[in-house]
């Protein structure tokens, strides 16, 4: 576009301003310019009429100038819209109560779409906050035979991995730690932390915003011992001061330099992570295969796929496997991106919302749309009296559509502040391992959406009845007086919406009903354990003060007796970890008399606990017996097993008295007698299949374990079951703790309904927010029923008025009406109903314990649906019988 | 040639800048009795057609209007032409001298092109 044409176009836009004052004065300038000529030719002796006259010949029409110049000076089309949108708005302002139907039905539509949306844009559509994130993996273990999936490796497996690998540009290996940090002035504080390869955060392409990335140096043995430390740890210990960098702390009482402070938002792992050390692998374990507690992380080489990764890592540990058939037989490799691990496990239940909140949308433009096709019925007259002063059929459909669309775009913007509103919750979706780096926002890519969305609705909803109103008979609109009925097209359009309404409400129910199923089966799993009046806290003992196992059981021993002093407790116990927070790895075993060779894969998760443990947690002792003070170190070796174990490991025989031992048959270990079978908890998830499971007393452990890995698992949960409110009692079990050691911090205080909470919150909040869609979308059929079937009755006023004259009762009228109404609702049903069988089998991923094709489910919420479309129906229908003959027939 | 047709509805922003050109600030009606004066009667333009083209060479910045007051003591708009106008002016008189030159090549008999 050159100057000249851009000049003329700012004018032409500036030509749409003050239209009135440039229409006089056109007109007054045409007029002068006539005046001047009839002076001229009076002058040269013409009469001043057929001076005008010969004026107006020679000027042509003055109001053809006047169009052509009023064209010239704006923008025609711009001009069309502008009218359109401002009678548009003139017409929502006539009947407000439709414009606010309207508005907040598409606004709940709208928002629940861009809630939904900004979840899927911040979770799987956001890249992850690391350079180059796409080549970022993760590399783990996997043992197909046992069904052991992404376990953390070996350091000599990661070793082999790092040397022999063609894929990786780089590969880094982080190990999770946990530290006491002391010796600034503050409170003795525990913090999650990782140990890392020193190239970790290089790695990733994400250095320190203060200070300075590791060394190679630091990351080998003898080293000063530095780390790196969290923003969120920074503000909140250190105020956010620069100096922090270079100064000394103590981590689990040994002194470490802060060298660098990682920048706000930065999150690797699933947990709170605020601290980084390099991590030094010595020679002997960089051999070891046995013990797997390593994640991986790997950036591929340019142009490498994670296909391509995943196939070289197999082949790799493939060889392993062969070479060292002791510790690796059938040991493979997963390359997982790292998007994929951090947010795969939500793109199925996204997608669901995705689909649930795309329904209520559709649901929302149904329903706006009927109440649209009738009231254009309504305005019939008008538009026929449109079309016949000559406005084309696509002009009115664009008027109408304008809309419409204004309508979409109204319910848009009230939709978004809704989301925006709702974000706090929704952020509960995020997967934990993006908690920090992903937050929910309305960037422009929900915005654009939004707004897509929004004159998306605008056009479906409105163009049924804006294609429909045009192509009215003119004849018949006008003679009818704008008493015009719905024409049969229209009303069968109307129906069909209805019909789709309910049947995608019906979905959604069947949807909801079934994930409302699966929390409360996942949470009745736990109903036994009532574990609404149990507490729970940790106390990790740092390694250097807690060396000997004769302290720890001291301190445990002292706890316990303090704890189950304070008034309120019930039973006290200490544990490796409870239930669904430590979810253990399986460690092989040798049972007695049974082949323990290469093959058999005797294995169980282990905890050790104090005697009264399994009464605090509430877990029953079905066989034998619970543990007590007679198992001590001198007494013969116990175990209790879970019945899963005692099941699957002695089929057809008791377990008690049975006899097993922790690693190969000639380990030093003891032989462990079984002397209790106990109830089946899920400890590793809350869907993940329960597997064996074995308990030991905690002083027998510390005294014959000396080996890994179970050395090094001593009790860390302090378990407290209450009869008066749990939370009641943390500061005098606090004080317990700090009575027995003032230097041992406390972390993770709350309940263990809390922590089934946690376990459970992203289904939770999921199965919410489906419920709350499929009852909006429930309430909006209803509304659409309703809406149908009271235009229905006052259009059949006179008919019904005829009918009543006539000798019908009351009773045959209230047929006729719920008749046509439960038609359409049970047409509605039925499909509803073959659309769930084919839609829910996609939950059913997401179910637990119930069948996405739960017959109950569909039945239930098929009777629901019915009773909601009866009422719907009734209230109409009921008006209908009150219908007076006489008037209406006057009417008529 | 008497008709208005679409050479000579081109040409009238010519026209109608050379006017405003020689004249100085003259009102619309002043431009259409000075473009048939020129033009001896022989072009009879519909006066109307005029204020379209006036209103598009004001959007092009050529001309600018103001209000005055005519010979005969009536409030009339004045149009007179800019600077870029005359420049305008310059150039299409050119193009338009080149346009009619190579015409008139062509049309003048027995001059056959060596």
Known sequence: MNFKSLRSWLARLGGLFQKERRDRELAEELEMH??????????????????????????????????????????????????DLRYAVRVQRRSPGFTAMAVLTLALGVGANTAIFSVVNA?????????????????????????????????????????????????????????????????????FAYGVSTNFFSLLGVGPAEGRDFTPEEGRPGADKVAVISHGLWQRRFGGERAVVGRDVLLNGEKHTIVGVMPRGFQFGTLDMSVWTPFTLTPEQLSNRSIHFLEVVARLKPGVTAAQADADLKAITGRIAAAYPDDAEGLSAEVVPLHEQVAGGVRRPLTMLLVAVAFVLLIACANVGGVLLSRSAARSREIAVRAALGASRWRIVRQLLTESVLLGVAGGLLGSILAVWAFAFLQQLVPAGMRESAVLQLDMRVLGFTLLI???????????????????????????????????GQRRLRNSFVVAEVALSLVLLVGAGLLIQTLQRLRGQYSNLQLESVLTLQTQLAGNRYKESARRAAFYDEVLARVKSLPGVVAVGYTTGVPLVRKGGANGLSLEGRDNGPGAFWNANHRQISPDYFRAMGVEVRQGRAFDERDDEGATPVVAINETMARAYWPGESALGKRFKAGAPESPEPWLT????????????????????????????????????YSLFPPRDLVIRTSVAPTSLVASVRDAVHDVDPYQPLSS????????????????????????FAGLALLLSALGIYGVLAYFVVQHTPEIGVRMALGAQRRDVLRLVLGKGMRLALTGVCVGLAGAYALTRLLQSLLFEVKATDPLTFGLIAL???????????????????????????YE | MTDTSDVWRGTLALMVLKTLESLGPVHGYGIARRIEQTSENLLAINHGTLYPALLKLEQEGFIASEWGVSENNRKARYYKITRSGRRELEKATREWQQTTAILARFLTPGEEPS
């Open chain 1, 749 to 772: 205080v709350r309940t263990m309904d809390e922590v089934l909470g946690r376990e459970t919150a992203q289904r939770r909040v999921g199965m919410i927010l489906l419920t709350a």
């Open chain 1, 34 to 83: 006539l005046q001047l000529y009839i002076d001229d030719k009076v002058q040269s002796g013409m009469t001043p009429e057929e001076a005008r006259r010969d004026a107006l010949i020679k000027f042509g029409s003055v109001e053809a100038t006047k169009e052509r110049y009023r064209e010239r000076r704006g923008v025609p089309a711009l001009e069309n819209l502008i009218r």
């Open chain 1, 123 to 191: 979770v799987l559509l956001r890249p992850l906050n690391y350079r180059e994130p796409e080549r970022l993996v993760m590399v783990w273990e996997e043992l197909p035979a046992v069904g052991v999936r992404r376990d953390t490796p070996a350091p000599g497996n990661f070793n082999d991995w790092k040397t022999q690998n063609r894929v990786f540009e780089d590969m880094a290996a982080l190990e999770y730690r946990n530290y006491d940090l002391t010796g600034d002035g503050g409170e003795p504080e525990r913090l």
């Open chain 1, 864 to 890: 629901l649906l019915t009773t909601v479309a009866l009422i719907a129906c009734y209230i109409p229908a009921r008006r209908a019988t009150r219908v007076d003959p006489m008037v209406a027939l006057r």
């Open chain 1, 454 to 488: 929004s004159l998306l609705a605008g056009v479906v909803f409105g163009l049924a009845p804006a294609l429909h109103a045009s192509r009215a008979d003119l004849n018949d609109a006008l003679k009818q007086g704008g008493r015009a009925g719905v024409s049969k």
């Open chain 1, 674 to 709: 079984v002397v209790g079978v106990v109830a089946d908890v899920r400890q590793t998830g809350v869907d993940t299949p329960i597997k064996a499971e074995m308990y030991v007393p905690y002083r027998q452990a510390a005294k014959h374990w000396q080996t890994p890995p």
